[in-house]
Structure formats: structure tokens, C-alpha cells
């Protein structure tokens, strides 16, 4: 076993359209634990951490304020290698090619557009996922 911990975000859009419980329930339903869990309205500044690494980047100032534009459910989830389960569970970013049965590929619907509204954010690697956990859990 290699138990893990991922910093998932229910993004705005997913929480604005009510599928926060949809999301949790696929974490679970593969086994996952949800360790910690609540709700945020982010700071343009905690944005600005937990995406230092696309700073710069054309989509960033854009993708930083669609984050602050509402409420974000965020979880620590924990499990046998959850970092690498969950982004499958998510599906690729762009949700007009993420996989049927993914939750991009299911529920995602950013028709058009630049991709941004994809529903979920699921921390890369071990490092980036304590770096999110203390940015949006700086209580644990
Ligand atoms: P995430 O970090 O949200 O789990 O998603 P990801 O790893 O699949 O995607 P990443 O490359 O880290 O990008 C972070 C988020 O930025 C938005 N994005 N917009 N070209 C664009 O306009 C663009 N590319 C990415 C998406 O919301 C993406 O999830
Ligand atoms: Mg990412």
C-alpha cells in the first residue's frame, strides 16, 4: 500500500450547478477516505499560491478569478495511491475529451471556451498535495 493524501477542490462551477455531492460520492464510492472537508470562498492570494506554477501563463489571471468567483469545496482525501486515482477519476482537463465515466468527461460542459470551468482540481504529485493541504487546511 502506498497510502497517499490529494488536496481536491469542488471548483465553482461544480458547485454552483450542485454537484459537489456527485463528486464526493465518486471519491468515496472507489474507496477513498475524506480526511478533511469544508467549504471556501478563496482569496485572490491563496490563489495566487496554490497556482504559483502557471504564473505567468496567459490563462492565469483569467483562471484565478473564475476561482474567487464563488464558493469551492475542498477535501483532503486519503487512500492507496489517490493522487494518481483521483485525477483519473476526473479526466483529462479539457472536458470535451475527458473519458466517459470521468467526472469531466460525465458532467464537464465548458462549451467553447477557453478550458477553465472543469468542475474539479485534484492535487499532481505528493509534493503539490502538501503544499495545497497547507495552503487550504492550514488549520491541520
Ligand atoms: P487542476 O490543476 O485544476 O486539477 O487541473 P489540471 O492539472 O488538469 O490542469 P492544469 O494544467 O494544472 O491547469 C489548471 C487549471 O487551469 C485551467 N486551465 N485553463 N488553456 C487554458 O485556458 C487553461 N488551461 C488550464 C483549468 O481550470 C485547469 O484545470
Ligand atoms: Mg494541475
Redesign the pocket.
Same mark, same amino acid.
Given at each position: 500500500m502506498t497510502t497517499e493524501r490529494s488536496l481536491v =477542490?469542488v471548483?465553482p462551477d461544480g458547485y454552483a450547478r450542485g454537484l459537489t455531492g456527485e463528486v464526493l460520492r465518486r471519491i468515496e464510492a472507489k474507496g477513498y477516505r475524506l480526511a478533511a472537508l469544508k467549504v471556501v470562498s478563496a482569496d485572490t492570494d491563496m490563489l495566487h499560491r496554490h497556482?504559483a506554477?502557471?504564473e505567468g501563463?496567459? $490563462? $492565469?489571471e483569467? =483562471?484565478v478569478a $473564475?476561482?474567487s468567483s464563488g464558493p469551492v469545496c475542498a477535501a483532503v482525501v486519503e487512500g492507496d495511491r489517490c493522487i494518481e486515482g483521483f485525477?483519473t477519476l476526473?479526466g483529462?482537463? &479539457?472536458p470535451t475529451g475527458a473519458a466517459p465515466g470521468s467526472i469531466r468527461g460525465d458532467l464537464g460542459r &465548458?462549451w467553447g471556451k +477557453?478550458?477553465? +470551468?472543469?468542475i474539479?482540481?485534484?492535487? &499532481?504529485s505528493p509534493e503539490s498535495a502538501e503544499r495545497e493541504i497547507g495552503i487550504w487546511f492550514p488549520e491541520l
Open positions: =477542490l471548483k497556482y506554477e502557471h501563463k496567459p $490563462f $492565469f483569467p =483562471l $473564475f476561482m485525477r476526473a483529462s482537463t &479539457d &465548458d +477557453k478550458v477553465q +470551468k472543469n474539479v482540481h485534484g492535487s &499532481d
